[in-house]
């Protein structure tokens, strides 16, 4: 039995349903789960998004097969904090390949829930966007300039690319995939639990700047319900 949380789930045939689970080990994975019409609604009371699991499940190929669930918690987030944990699961489906393993992320996933469960909290989730966005390949650099080694200025603006880094904006040829980032927020991300609300903001839009490159361009249907910061 390995910890795993669902992300999402489809009905599948009369008798089944077709999951994405979030597992410890494993990363993503898909499987089916089947079940009798006497453990119907135990089973879709269960294998819902943010519930913890222990399962297993056997097969090979894209697509296994759940021999054994138990659930160890639930998560309860209402109203804000539930759409904001969607959006979450909705990057983790969109962004990682199956079975490819993730488990600080996993852990980290685990504590944004915890911490939805008081209510909405848009900062903490976007923390872990930028971790999630480190196994995607953007990394940013807060304390030097990827190119020249010169110490972040506050009054520079920055520019990231996946191929060099973060490099000061005025020493480059604009391309339309650039993220534009400012080195006060650089700065201020030392120390996130100290940063001002201008820097949450100017934060949230360099993560949907990422987001869009990193997706082509293709929606997140949670982000489109996703509260502003005020």
Known sequence: MKPAFVLRRNNFRDNSLLLDLFTQDEGRISAVARYSKKQAARIKGMLEPFRLLDASWVGRGEVFTLTQTEEKGRYRLQQGALIQGLYLNELFLRNFQTQQALP????RYREVL????????????????????VHCGYSFNLWQDDQT???????????????????????????PHDTLI?????????????????????????????WRVLLKGKTLYARQLLSELK
């Not at 030392?190 to 949907?208: F, I, K, N, T």
């Open 104 to 107: 600080e992320l996993f852990q």
């Open 114 to 133: 915890s911490t939805l469960q008081a209510g909405e909290n848009l900062p903490a989730v976007m923390l872990l966007e930028l971790e999630l966005l």
């Open 149 to 175: 080694g010169l110490e972040i200025q506050a009054a520079l603006s920055y520019c990231f690319r996946p191929d060099l880094g973060l490099v000061a904006a005025h020493t480059l040829v604009a391309e």
């Open 182 to 210: 400012s080195g006060t927020l650089l700065l201020a991300l030392r120390a996130p639990e100290q940063m001002a609300l201008p820097a949450w903001r100017e934060l949230r839009r360099v993560l949907d700047r990422c």
